[in-house]
């Protein structure tokens, strides 16, 4: 007998924090730009989310709510207004957001919460 023996990671990291009731919407995303964790920043161009970049002119404007692969999905449900969980924010390269970045969110009706981690 053979057997495949493999790993799985779960990461249950809370996007939302409930403090504020969400509003969530199911919106068009680019197409090919890979796996998109939850938690992540995107701007919208053209009626379609990707991911934030700091580096760009776009501006922050949803936080995706669960994870996306736009290989092979083409709509996703993002946190257009809300409280989320700082700890769980992250842009493009998944590295934390800037606090720059942050009061970009908190333009757009997205707020961030500080109360720990996993």
Known sequence: MNFNVGTQSFDMKEVINRLHPPVIRVKACMPNKGVLLRGRILTETDGQVEEYDPGSEDAPRHVLIEDCDTDNEN?????????????????????????????ALNLNGIWEINEGGL
Do not use: D, E, F, I
């Not at 709509?75 to 009061?103: D, E, F, I, M, Q």
């Open 75 to 103: 709509t996703a449900k993002v946190l257009v207004h809300g409280t989320v969980n700082s700890y769980a924010l992250t842009v493009k390269g998944g590295t934390p957001p800037t606090s720059t970045t942050l009061r």
